[in-house]
């Protein structure tokens, strides 16, 4: 791993108790710090989106090349802002400072930098909009002690580089959200600011690279189309020497029942490869027990949307694909894979950004008869509600005694638990495929649960330190359930945690591997017609399963 | 010592000074009596109602709650009804929670590293913000109401049996009202809290302090006038019936003490729009908690949704026909 400090010199580096002044004047004084920080984006990402300002830069060099007018940019920015979403308007108004929020950052509890506390973050933008915007600062401003009272700050070079330090310093995981008595949503604050980066041309590399990527070539890491396929087949023949069963997918069938779409970390990336693998069987079981025609598109390949950290533009330009191919397709509806922002995307923007959907039909588990009444509208289902309701009606025929040796806790992911309320869904699909379940402590899971430190965009290489102190708080409740139960399975919804806890693990809790539910699903699914399985999806002997000894 | 707190102590002493002086001084009743409290009274309303009409004019483009509890789905998942609404009505108990009861505030937790030890983050809950908070909130309330029986004449009776319920201690001669010294400790307490907690006195504005010297002012000179001091309470009344009438007069025999108790009121009034006392009004409006979460049921349409460029498919295709003829993928068109 490449990440140079020690998780030792890393704890030691934290304490909770801020230096004394005022955070106002120190601006000048924000050191942007290799390991905190992603690199900036390169000119030709930024150019294949057409967006603002594309050209080399470097957040540690003196001039960030921004355009001349980069005041009036940000003013006019704001301003429309103000008037298009009144979270955001209302968020700059009443925030009391109480400080709920303070301690409930991952970041700050991992690096104890002030500036982390959520609060703070949004003071940071709020000093600027009270200078700015505010009619009442304006009136104090005037009268003699006033402008103590009003709290404001003027749009400076230095003030727009701690911007993008902190603001690039959140996961939009809204952990904080939940403990504000008036619901002030730091994601928000921070989705506009990013919004006002991306008019500058200050994105990051991280994010904008996938975007560009997923426009032009339909997923994050650019897999081409011929290349997606054979990803796919490269698993059918790992599944097929495992269990003897061909599952071999299919690519943009027209007229199937319903279209998947998945994260393309899922076909890339290890352990999401896995999870792959439990979709590819659990299709294959749907396909010969019941008949259900599922199709993927390579078109439509990415169900991840980086889109949404960047702009709310940018997130609808890729949103598109999935309603455009599946009324292309003339499937009946969608169902989605195992994701995190991609289903915060999906259920509290896609309708309303891509809708009306009115050319697919209601959700219907053909196999169980449900009705999705809760996406009636939208038309796209979580694959754990379509897995546990097949399970609930019996319908899969599962053999928990393959995932004996996972001792598994579940962690939320932060838009699935805040952006939806998917908790039960997935722990009884778990349940029912495994029987050592564990929940780490209650403060950290379901709407309490901790970000892995590296969600909207920030899972890049080169900020690995901030990760790590931000995946902290995770990691420490996972600790404590692998001492106290011995877990040694992190069970996820989401790509992106599947590639980033793994890096936790490694980092803070060695002993500990990180699954995703459809892995654990395609572990314990008998296929019909399969062979005796002694290996798991990961090729690893399983406990009670060995080869027999017949030399 | 810190500015930050120093500038509002020393402005709300100042404004105390100016009204006192100004009355027991220069004799400016009129001016303390009258002019000011209608002034700030319309400044709060005019105010309040700008400040609210400006939030309500942008627009909710997306449905975007925060979802504290399980949501709706299956029909034998046990939703979370009031943490995770999908109804109006479970958005209106869960406002009423949150407006009356604060309740995410009750969630709150502190967080503790146990540095070298185990190296352990622990959280326990932390529930006196919460009771701070409430005990503020709701004494204010009630100190409020009560001060109703100096613009209502005769008194209803609902406001006397108000008084005989704060009073039931029954303690001192006059009684004692639990939310008048309830009001003083809680303001306290929060001053205490934005003063001895680290993290706290770091986020704290002068924007902060101010409000809280402002109605601790308020508060104790009230107090001492209801205690201690003594004032003409038939003047008082004279007074502040005059003003709700629209018929002011001046009363003889009102002292300082009770101009500069009218004139901290007053200025409460008129900043109060301009603050982040505004959370009143904020609370409602709130799009995190005042939505339903059923996105995904009920379709919410953004007043300025507007056509974006997109990759289509023929371009996807036109792109890669080649490769994916040679893969084996279906096409659109062979050519």
């Known amino acids: 791993m490449s990440n140079e400090i020690k998780p030792d010199e890393l704890l030691n580096k934290i304490d909770y108790a801020p230096a004394s002044g005022n955070w106002m004047d120190t601006t000048g004084s924000v050191q942007i710090r290799p390991g905190m920080y992603c690199y900036a984006a390169k000119a030709e990402s930024v150019q294949t989106l057409s967006l603002p ?35 955001f308007k209302v968020f700059m108004d009443i925030c009391v400072r109480c400080g709920a929020c303070a301690d409930k950052c991952h970041f700050f509890l991992g690096t104890g930098d002030p500036k982390n506390m959520p609060v703070l973050r949004a003071e940071l933008l709020r000093s600027v909009y009270r200078n700015d915007f505010s009619t ?60 006002i980066f991306n008019l500058l041309g200050l994105n990051i590399d991280w994010i904008a690279t996938p975007v560009s990527n997923c426009f032009k070539t339909g997923n994050h890491l650019g897999i081409q189309p011929h290349a997606f396929k054979d990803m796919l087949e490269f698993f059918v023949e790992d599944i097929e020497s495992l269990t003897g069963v061909n599952c071999t997918p ?37 396909k010969d027990k019941y008949g ?23 997130m609808k330009r890729l949103n598109a694909k999935m309603y455009a191919e599946a009324r292309r397709l003339g499937v009946k509806w969608i169902l989605g894979g195992e994701c995190g922002h991609m289903w915060r995307v999906i259920h509290q923007y896609m309708d309303t950004m891509n809708g009306p ?180 999806l990961r090729l690893e002997p399983m406990t009670g399963f060995e080869e027999e000894d017949d030399e | 010592m810190n500015q930050k707190y120093l500038i509002p102590l020393t402005t709300v002493f100042l404004l105390f000074l100016v009204a006192y002086t100004g009355v027991e001084g220069a004799g400016l009743h009129q001016v303390f009596g009258i002019f000011i409290p209608y002034l700030a009274v319309l400044a709060f309303l005019a105010g309040f109602v700008y400040k609210v009409l400006g939030w309500a004019s ?97 008194v209803p009776s609902c406001l006397k049996f108000l008084e005989y319920m704060d009073g039931i201690v029954q303690l001192g001669l006059p009684g004692l009202f ?26 704290s504005q002068a924007a902060d302090y101010f409000p809280l010297f402002l109605i601790i002012g308020i508060a104790a000179s009230g107090l001492s006038m209801r205690y201690f001091t003594k004032v003409d309470i038939v003047g008082i009344k004279t007074l502040t019936m005059g003003l709700v009438t629209f018929s002011p007069i001046i009363p003889e025999g009102v002292g300082g003490l009770f101009y500069a108790h009218l004139f901290l009121v007053s200025i409460l009034f008129a900043y109060f729009p301009a603050s982040k006392l505004m959370h009143l009004g904020g609370i409602f409006l709130s ?43 279906p096409v659109d068109k062979e050519e």
């Not at chain 2, 029909?75 to 009423?96: A, E, Y």
């Open chain 1, 53 to 87: 300002n594309a050209r080399p830069w470097n957040p540690l060099e003196e001039d960030w090349k921004l355009p001349d007018n980069w005041q009036e940019i940000i003013f006019q920015a704001m301003k429309e802002r103000l008037e298009r979403f009144r979270t």
């Open chain 1, 136 to 195: 009442a600062a304006k009136i104090l401003s005037k009268i003699p002690g006033g402008k103590a009272l009003a709290g404001a700050r003027p749009m400076t070079l230095s003030v727009l580089k701690e911007w993008w330090y902190y603001f690039f310093q959140c996961t939009e995981c809204r952990r904080c959200s939940v403990f504000c008595p008036y619901g002030i949503d730091t994601a928000e604050i921070t989705i506009m600011a990013r919004e």
């Open chain 1, 250 to 286: 299919q690519f943009q069938k027209k007229g199937a029942d319903i279209l998947f779409i998945t994260p393309s970390g899922d076909v890339f990336a290890d352990p999401g490869t896995y999870t792959c693998q439990g979709y590819l069987i659990l299709f294959k079981y749907l």
């Open chain 1, 292 to 314: 259900l025609d599922v199709t993927w598109s390579t078109y439509a390949s990415e169900g991840g949307n980086f889109g949404f950290f960047t702009s709310h533009e940018t």
């Open chain 1, 357 to 536: 959907a009115d050319f697919l039909e209601i959700p219907k588990n053909p196999i169980t008869g449900t009705v999705f009444e809760n996406a009636a509208s939208t038309k796209m289902v979580h694959i754990t509600e379509f897995t546990a309701d097949l399970i609930k009606h019996g319908k899969l025929e599962l053999d928990k005694s393959r995932n004996a040796d996972r001792i598994v806790t579940f962690h939320d992911s932060c838009n699935p638990a805040r952006g939806m309320g998917l908790l039960d869904e997935p722990r009884y699909v778990i349940q029912n495929v495994c029987d050592n379940f564990y929940e780490m402590p209650p403060n950290t899971i379901r709407e309490q649960t901790f970000c892995c430190g590296s969600g909207s965009g920030l899972n890049a290489g080169e900020n690995m330190e901030l990760r790590m102190a931000g995946a902290l708080p995770r990691a420490n409740a996972l600790k404590y359930v692998h001492k106290k139960f011995g877990v040694n399975t992190l069970g996820t919804i989401c790509a992106i945690d599947r590639a980033t806890l793994t890096t936790m693990c490694e980092y803070w809790v060695p002993d500990v591997q990180v699954y995703g539910v459809h892995e654990l699903v395609g572990n314990a699914l008998i296929l019909p017609g399969e062979k005796k399985r002694t290996e798991n």
């Open chain 2, 58 to 154: 942008s627009a909710v483009p997306f449905r975007i709650p925060t979802t504290c509890g399980q949501q709706k789905s299956l029909p034998w998942i046990k939703q979370n009804c009031i943490d995770n609404p999908d109804t109006s009505t479970g958005v209106l108990l869960r406002m009423v929670l949150e407006i009356f009861l604060f309740r995410s505030l009750f969630r709150n937790t502190k967080a503790a590293f146990n540095k070298n030890e185990s190296n352990t983050l622990s959280y326990s809950w932390e529930i006196f913000l919460w009771l701070g908070a409430l005990a503020f909130h709701y004494s204010f309330l009630v100190v409020i109401l009560r001060h109703f029986r100096f613009f209502t004449s005769p």
């Open chain 2, 178 to 203: 639990i939310s008048g010294a309830v009001l003083l400790l809680a303001t306290l307490f929060l001053l205490a809290r934005r003063v001895l907690d680290a993290k706290v006195t770091y986020i």
């Open chain 2, 287 to 329: 799009p995190t908690r005042n939505m339903a979460n059923n996105t995904r049921a009920k379709r919410h349409v953004n007043p300025w949704n507007y056509d974006v460029k997109t990759h289509t498919y023929e371009e996807y295709e036109d792109h890669f026909r080649e490769k994916m003829i040679e893969a084996g993928l």
